[in-house]
C-alpha cells in the first residue's frame, strides 16, 4: 500500500483556516486520496476524497498538487467542533477497499 | 438519516471468555468492515464482507471469526479472549457504485464503536 505521511500536530485559533499538509510521493494512477477525522470518543468520519482535481465540499477543500504527490486539506473557518484526529488515506480504485490509517495529524483549535 | 448501529455500545469480559458484537449497515449498503483500535492506537483494519461474502482480511487473529447475514448485518465473534484485545471495535458500511471494472470506492461511514474490556 501506498504510504501517507503527516505532521503530528496542528494547532489553530478559532474561525482562522487551518491547512493540513500529507505527502504521498509513491502514490500510483489508480490511487484516491481520502480523508477522514476522527473526533474524540467518536468513530472516524469521512470528510472529502479526489483523485487530481481539487476538490469543495461543506466540510473542506482539498487542494492536489499537479504531480499528485502531496495534498492539503483545507478547513476554512476553524471551529472547536473541528478538533480531531485528521487520516490522510490512499484508496487504490482497483481493489483496495479498506482503509489503512496511520499516523494522522491531531488539530488542536485554541477559543 | 440513519447510521450505523452497533451492540453493545460497552462489554466487559474476563480472560478466556467469548464476546459477540454485533453491527447493523446504513440501509442499502452492501459492505461492512470491522476496525480495532487499541488505546492511543490509530484504527486497524480486521476485516470486511461484500454481499455476505469475505472480501478482504488485515490482521485479526485465528481467535476471530466474523460473518455477514442475508439482512446485511455483521457479528464479529471474538473467543479465549486476552487482556490485549481491549480496545475499541468499529464497524463501518458503504456501498459499492459504478459497475464493471470502474466502481467508485465510496465513503465508509462508522458507527459509534463497542468498547470491549478484557479483565
Known amino acids: 500500500d501506498a504510504k501517507t505521511t503527516q505532521p503530528n500536530s496542528m494547532e489553530s485559533n478559532e474561525e482562522e483556516p487551518v491547512h493540513l499538509p500529507c505527502n504521498h510521493s509513491t502514490i500510483s494512477g489508480t490511487d484516491y486520496i481520502h480523508w477522514y477525522r476522527q473526533l474524540p470518543s467518536q468513530g472516524p468520519e469521512y470528510v472529502i476524497h479526489g483523485l487530481t482535481s481539487n476538490v469543495n465540499n461543506r466540510m473542506a477543500s482539498l487542494a492536489i498538487a499537479e504531480d499528485r504527490k502531496s495534498s492539503t486539506l483545507i478547513l476554512h473557518r476553524a471551529t472547536l467542533r473541528d478538533a480531531a484526529v485528521y487520516y490522510c488515506i490512499l484508496r487504490s480504485r482497483s481493489n483496495d477497499y479498506k482503509l489503512s490509517f496511520g499516523a494522522g495529524t491531531t488539530v488542536t483549535v485554541r477559543a | 438519516a440513519a447510521g450505523v448501529i452497533q451492540s453493545p455500545r460497552h462489554l466487559i469480559k474476563e480472560k478466556r471468555e467469548t464476546a459477540t458484537l454485533k453491527c447493523y449497515p446504513i440501509?442499502?449498503?452492501?459492505?461492512v468492515y470491522w476496525y480495532q483500535q487499541g488505546p492511543g492506537q490509530d484504527p486497524q483494519f480486521l476485516i470486511s464482507f461484500y454481499e455476505k461474502m469475505q472480501s478482504d482480511k488485515g490482521s485479526i487473529p485465528d481467535r476471530f471469526s466474523a460473518q455477514q447475514f442475508s439482512d446485511y448485518h455483521s457479528e464479529l465473534n471474538m473467543s479465549s479472549l486476552e487482556l490485549g484485545d481491549s480496545a475499541l471495535y468499529f464497524c463501518?458500511?458503504?456501498?459499492?457504485?459504478?459497475?464493471?471494472?470502474?466502481?467508485?470506492?465510496?465513503?465508509?461511514?462508522f458507527g459509534p464503536g463497542t468498547r470491549l474490556t478484557v479483565t
Open positions: 440501509p442499502r449498503h452492501d459492505t
Open positions: 463501518a458500511s458503504s456501498s459499492r457504485q459504478g459497475q464493471g471494472g470502474g466502481k467508485y470506492l465510496s465513503e465508509q461511514y
